[in-house]
C-alpha cells in the first residue's frame, strides 16, 4: 500500500498547474528578454547567449535545490507564492536598473566572458533562482501517495515545460515586436503577481 504523504485540497491542483504553465511562459520569457538587455553592450555572439544560457541554468538548479529544500519543511503554497511575488519586485526593478548595471559592468570588467556572465547574473539569477523553486514545491503540494510520484512529477513538469516554450514564442514573435522589452517586463511582473496572489488564496496548508 502506498504510504500517505500529502492530501491536496478540492481544487487546489488546477490553480498549481496554470501556475506551473504561467510561471514556465514567464520564466522562458524572460530569458528570451535578457537578451535585448544584454545585446547593446556585449552583443549578439554566440558567447553572449552561452553566458545567459548557463546563468538560466545555474539560477533553475539553484531554484530547484531550494525549493525542495524549503517544502519538505513548510508543505504550503505559500512558500512558492512569497518566492514569486519577490520575483515580480526583482523584474519589476529591472527596466530602470538594467542600464546603469550593464553600462558599469562593460565600463569596468570589459565585454569578455567573466563580463557577460557577470552581466547576466545580475540580470536573470535571482528571479529564475526564486521561480525556479515552484516545481519541486508544487509536486511536493499535489502528492497523495508516493505511488503517484512518477505521474505528478510528470505533469508538473510537463506544464511547466510547455509554458516554456509558449513563453519562448510568444516573446520572441509577438511581444517583442509589438510593445518592446521593458514594457514585456513590467508585464512578466504583473503576471507573477497575479499568479502569486491565486496562490495566496488557496488554504494555507495542503495537508500532512
Known amino acids: 500500500m502506498a504510504r500517505q504523504v500529502t492530501k491536496p485540497k ?9 501556475n506551473a504553465f504561467a510561471v514556465g511562459a514567464v520564466l522562458m520569457g524572460f530569458e528570451m528578454l535578457g537578451s535585448r538587455y544584454l545585446f547593446p553592450y556585449f552583443g549578439g555572439g554566440i558567447g553572449t547567449w552561452a553566458g545567459l544560457i548557463s546563468m538560466v541554468l545555474c539560477a533553475l ?3 530547484y535545490f531550494a525549493g525542495g529544500t524549503v517544502v519538505d519543511r513548510f508543505p504550503t503554497p505559500r512558500v512558492i507564492a512569497v518566492s514569486i511575488v519577490l520575483a515580480a519586485f526583482y523584474l519589476a526593478l529591472v527596466p530602470m536598473t538594467a542600464d546603469p548595471v550593464m553600462a558599469w559592468i562593460l565600463g569596468h570588467i570589459g565585454d569578455g566572458p567573466p563580463a557577460v556572465l557577470i552581466a547576466a547574473g545580475a540580470l536573470i539569477l535571482v528571479p529564475l533562482s ?3 523553486t515552484f516545481s519541486p514545491v508544487a509536486v511536493r503540494l499535489l502528492l497523495h501517495s508516493t505511488g503517484r510520484t512518477g505521474r505528478v512529477a510528470g505533469m508538473v513538469y510537463g506544464v511547466s515545460t510547455i509554458g516554456n516554450v509558449f513563453g519562448v514564442l510568444f516573446t520572441t514573435f509577438w511581444l517583442i515586436p509589438t510593445i518592446g522589452s521593458r514594457a514585456i517586463t513590467y508585464v ?14 488557496l488554504p494555507p496548508r495542503q495537508g500532512q
Open 130 to 132: 526564486l521561480l525556479g
Open 61 to 63: 538548479t539553484i531554484g
Open 10 to 18: 478540492p481544487g487546489a491542483a488546477a490553480p498549481i498547474y496554470a
Open 188 to 201: 512578466f511582473a504583473l503576471v507573477l503577481f497575479a499568479c502569486a496572489a491565486s496562490l495566496f488564496a
